[in-house]
């Protein structure tokens, strides 16, 4: 199984990026999954930014610092998950990861589905610079 990273690049503040992250490997619509993205700026530990739970029925989950900015979708079809962040800033500069753990994941919360240490499979990261 693989997740490969695309979407990032330079945009300006206030901009707006769509990431998207490719599973291959398997099909997502057979599995049952967490799916989630982390970035990692310069000199900084991973930060969790969210996470799609197919256990829950995709319910969706999002870290307080990019609340209200930023979506995940996922496309099973596509075995695709994506991140859209808008009204994007400085800080938002970083390495982009999506990472995945397959298997029912029920009655966690947030705080312990966005722990980088329950994901198994993650992809290399794609590059997020914005400049004001």
């Known amino acids: 199984v693989q997740l490969v990273e695309s979407g990032g690049g330079l945009a300006q503040a206030g901009g707006s990026l769509k990431l998207s992250c490719t599973a291959s490997?398997?099909?997502?619509?057979?599995?049952?999954?967490?799916i989630a993205w982390f970035r990692q700026a310069p000199g900084k530990a991973r930060e969790a930014i969210s996470c799609?739970?197919?256990?829950?029925?995709?319910?969706?989950y999002y870290a307080d610092a990019v609340r209200g900015r930023v979506t995940i979708d996922a496309d099973d079809a596509e075995n695709t998950v994506y991140l859209e962040i808008r009204s994007l800033k400085p800080e938002d500069t970083g390495v982009y990861y999506c990472?995945?753990?397959?298997?029912?994941?029920?009655?966690?919360?947030?705080?312990?589905?966005?722990?980088?240490?329950?994901?198994?499979?993650w992809g290399q990261g794609t590059q997020i610079t914005v400049s004001s």
């Open positions: 990472a995945m753990v397959l298997g029912l994941h029920l009655g966690i919360g947030r705080q312990g589905l966005l722990q980088p240490g329950r994901y198994r499979t």
């Open positions: 799609i739970n197919s256990s829950e029925g995709g319910r969706k």
């Open positions: 490997g398997l099909r997502l619509e057979d599995k049952s999954y967490v």
